[in-house]
């Protein structure tokens, strides 16, 4: 079984609907983070936590929500989804500051 | 203000020769460089990552990376490619405020 799991792996939906996108870890790290993927811009940051009672916005967090509900479960919504929020999106954890971040497999959203 | 730049948005290679993946950063104090691998439909997996020491640094599946403070450098390379090394790579800094940052990425192509 994978480490960082992400569920669903693919969703489309329509615009305006909300959606939540889901990950779960069993490395036993205490980060976790949400990244979006567009071709041509990498991974931007759109919320991350350091701990269950911390949460902290990204880069690009507007349009977004997100839970930790518990150490190893960080969930990410859109309230109303929007086509330009089409994109392939990571949950990713890490066990500090100087140690690497480990990656789900991604969800691929499409909004239509 | 802090960013990562991969001036190749892609390469090609034949298989069997030598690979070389530009990656430029702009920080302002010694940074921790990562280099990761996504295959087509998966996630993102480490290749290698310098925090501090010898500025050569040995990864996963044969490549290496240097660290040039004097060019704001990371070079990913690898001796001789092969036709599974085809995939998008990603050069990412940190940790800016416990976060990475992502360059666009570069995607390599092998030809036979």
């Known amino acids: 079984d994978a480490d960082v799991t992400q569920t669903p792996r693919n969703r489309i939906t329509k615009t305006g609907k909300r959606i939540m996108l889901e990950c779960s870890q069993t490395k036993g790290h205490d980060r976790m983070y949400w990244y979006r993927q567009d071709p041509g811009l990498g991974l931007r940051l759109i919320y991350y936590?350091?701990?269950?009672?911390?949460?902290n916005k990204g880069e690009i967090s507007d349009g977004y929500s997100v839970s930790r509900q518990a150490q190893a479960k960080f969930s990410l919504s859109l309230e109303s989804a929007i086509p330009n929020q089409t994109a392939l999106y990571f949950c990713a954890t890490s066990n500090g500051l100087n140690t690497e971040a480990f990656f789900g497999q991604g969800t691929r959203l499409t909004v239509v | 203000a802090q960013s990562v730049t991969q001036p190749d948005i892609h390469i090609t290679v034949s298989e069997g020769a030598s690979l070389e993946l530009r990656c430029n950063y702009s920080y302002g104090a010694t940074p921790y460089l990562f280099w990761y691998v996504q295959s087509p439909g998966q996630g993102l997996q480490l290749l290698l990552k310098?925090?501090?020491?010898?500025?050569l640094v040995q990864g996963i599946k044969g490549f290496e990376a240097e660290f040039k403070r004097s060019q704001s450098s990371f070079n990913l390379r690898k001796p001789s490619v092969h036709w599974s090394d085809a995939a998008e790579y990603f050069c990412?800094?940190?940790?800016?405020?416990?976060?990475?940052?992502f360059g666009a990425g570069t995607i390599l192509r092998v030809k036979s």
């Open positions: 310098y925090f501090s020491g010898d500025t």
């Open positions: 936590s350091f701990d269950v009672k911390d949460i």
């Open positions: 990412a800094v940190g940790p800016y405020g416990n976060k990475l940052v």
